[in-house]
């Protein structure tokens, strides 16, 4: 996720084109912006299932675990969540970490 965000930053801030056209295509509901959601979500839930089977997390419904997961992620990744922390000075590299953290304990992860 960390490199996934740092990309989010580089790319979509001082490009404000890009920035935009995603911000535009989030607020129309494209397809496309659907479609990465939920490759988002197939990660995520690949990840958990793995983590479960081999015993270290504990998690019913990985699919259901996968779109929690991915919702606890957005401010992390929308790009106009992503302006509004750096414009105002927050440290998203520390909330991430923090977010991880969270995560990873709702998950059941042992130790």
Do not use: W
């Not at 990985?62 to 929308?78: C, I, L, Q, S």
């Not at 909330?95 to 992860?109: S, T």
């Amino acid at each position: 996720m960390r490199p996934f965000l740092a990309q989010c930053r580089e790319c979509q801030l001082p490009e404000r084109r890009m920035h935009d056209m995603i911000v535009a295509a989030m607020q129309e509901n494209r397809a496309i912006i659907k479609a990465h959601i939920e490759r988002m979500v197939t990660i995520f839930e690949a990840i958990i299932r793995e983590g479960t089977e081999a015993g270290e997390l504990k998690v019913e419904d990985p699919a259901e675990a996968a779109r929690a997961v991915n919702a606890a992620f957005t401010p992390f990744f929308h790009p106009v969540l992503i302006e509004h922390c750096v414009q105002h000075g927050e440290d998203t590299e520390d909330g991430l970490r923090a977010q991880i953290r969270f995560i990873l304990k709702a998950l059941g992860k042992s130790a």
